[in-house]
C-alpha cells in the first residue's frame, strides 16, 4: 500500500525532545513603523491562544481583525471569489500548493522573518512548498477519533468500533481525510486520482455511515463535550483541549490501527492582501520561541518550533502527550494529504455531495 509522505512524517515526528535553559530567551519585539495599522487574519476556530493576539496588538500597537473558517474548502473558496481583506490566511499543505499554483498567494520576504530560524528544520523546504517560498508552519497534528469513555471502555482501536457503534457518531467535514481514511482502508492510495477507487470509497462511506448523525464542522469536540455524540472524527488537538480542560477521564483520543491523517497547517498571505508586511511581522511574531510554546500549551496542537521545544517553555505534560506528540510507533497509519489538482478536487467534491445526500446532511 503506498503511503503518501510517509517517510515526511517518519522525519517529523522521530524527533528528540531537549530541554534547556530558558533564561536566555529574550521578549519578541515589533519592528519599529507600524502603529495605527491593521492586520486582517482568517484563521481555523479555535486555533489560538487567549492573549496571542492582545499581545500582538500591544507590542506593535495595531488592531487585528480575527475571522475564521471550518475547512481548507471554505477558506479557499472564499479567497478564489476575491479576497476581501485578509492578510494572513493557514491554508494546510495540500491547499497552500494548490493556492500557490493558482496565484493565489503572495511570495513572502524570509528577511522579515528572522525566527524562521527557530523552525524544525525537517519542517522547512517542504514538498508542497519548496524553499519556503509561500508559506512557515504554523502548528500539526493528526485527524484520529475522539471519543466517550464510557461508551468505550476498553478502548478504541480499529475504524470498525466506529462504524459498528451503536450510538451516536459524527464525522468531519474534511472530504480528502474522510476519503483518504476509506481508501487506505480499501487498499488504495489515499490521495487517489481515480474516478473509480474515489466512487468505491464514497461507497464505502454510506455503508458505513449509518450512525451518523452530523458531518460537523470544526466543532467535533463540542458535540462530544455535550454528550450528543459518542464519538467524533476530529483533529487531535480540539479532542486534547476537552480532555485538558474538564481535568478527567471522560474523553480519549486514538488513531487506529487501519489509518490516520497527519496534518501541518501554514502560514501564508493570500493575493491583494491590504497589509503583507504587518503580515509578516505576525509570522515572526507567531515564530517566537515564547509566543509559539504559549500557543501550543493552550490550543494542544503539536508545535513546529524547535525553539520553543528546546526552551522548556512547553509544557512537559503536552510534550509526553501521545495524543498531541504521536510516537513514532503510531507513523505507519498515517498519510499526508497532498495537492491532487482540479479535476481530481471535482471529483472529490462531487462525491463528498452526494455522500452527504445518502447521510441525510
Not at 503510531?330 to 482540479?342: C, P, R, T, W
Request: proline share 6%; hydrophobic share 40%.
Amino acid at each position: 500500500m503506498k503511503k503518501i509522505g510517509f517517510l515526511l512524517v517518519v522525519l517529523l515526528l522521530a524527533l528528540p525532545i531537549v530541554y534547556a535553559d530558558s533564561h536566555e530567551y529574550q521578549a519578541w519585539t515589533c519592528p519599529e513603523g507600524f502603529e495605527g495599522q491593521t492586520l486582517s487574519i482568517f484563521n481555523w476556530s479555535t486555533y489560538i491562544a487567549e492573549d496571542t493576539v492582545p499581545n500582538f496588538e500591544d507590542a506593535c500597537g495595531v488592531t487585528v481583525n480575527y475571522d475564521i473558517y471550518e475547512s481548507n474548502e471554505d477558506m479557499l473558496a472564499r479567497i478564489r471569489q476575491g479576497n476581501p481583506g485578509y492578510d494572513l490566511i493557514v491554508p494546510s499543505g495540500g491547499t497552500v500548493q494548490r493556492m500557490a499554483e493558482e496565484g493565489l498567494l503572495i511570495p513572502l520576504d524570509l528577511d522579515r522573518i528572522p525566527n524562521m530560524a527557530n523552525v524544525i528544520p525537517s519542517f522547512l523546504n517542504p514538498a508542497f512548498d519548496p524553499d519556503n517560498s509561500y508559506s512557515l508552519p504554523y502548528q500539526w497534528g493528526t485527524l484520529g477519533i475522539g471519543y466517550r469513555t464510557e461508551a468505550f471502555p476498553d478502548g478504541i482501536s480499529s475504524w470498525e468500533q466506529v462504524w459498528n457503534h451503536d450510538g451516536s457518531v459524527a464525522w468531519i467535514d474534511d472530504r480528502q481525510a474522510m476519503f483518504g481514511i476509506a481508501l487506505t482502508i480499501l487498499g488504495y492510495d489515499p490521495n487517489s486520482t481515480d474516478p473509480d477507487e474515489i466512487n468505491e470509497a464514497r461507497d464505502y462511506l454510506i455503508e458505513n455511515g449509518g450512525n451518523v448523525v452530523t458531518v460537523a464542522g470544526d466543532d467535533g469536540q463540542v458535540l462530544l463535550e455535550r454528550g450528543e455524540v459518542d464519538v467524533a472524527v476530529e483533529y487531535s488537538g480540539d479532542i486534547s483541549q476537552i480532555m485538558w480542560d474538564c481535568e478527567c477521564d471522560d474523553y480519549a483520543y486514538a488513531i487506529p490501527q487501519e489509518a490516520g491523517n497527519v496534518w501541518f497547517d501554514n502560514m501564508a498571505i493570500p493575493v491583494d492582501a491590504p497589509n503583507p508586511e504587518l503580515a509578516m511581522v505576525f509570522i515572526d511574531y507567531i515564530l517566537d520561541a515564547k509566543v509559539g510554546a504559549d500557543l501550543t500549551n493552550y490550543i494542544a496542537y503539536a508545535s513546529p518550533n524547535q525553539a520553543s521545544i528546546d526552551s522548556g517553555f512547553i509544557d512537559e505534560e503536552i510534550l509526553n502527550d501521545p495524543s498531541v506528540f504521536p510516537p513514532e510507533e503510531q507513523l505507519e497509519n498515517l498519510f499526508a494529504i497532498i495537492d491532487v489538482g482540479a479535476e481530481a478536487e471535482e471529483l472529490y467534491n462531487n462525491a463528498w455531495d452526494e455522500l452527504l445526500i445518502f447521510l441525510g446532511q
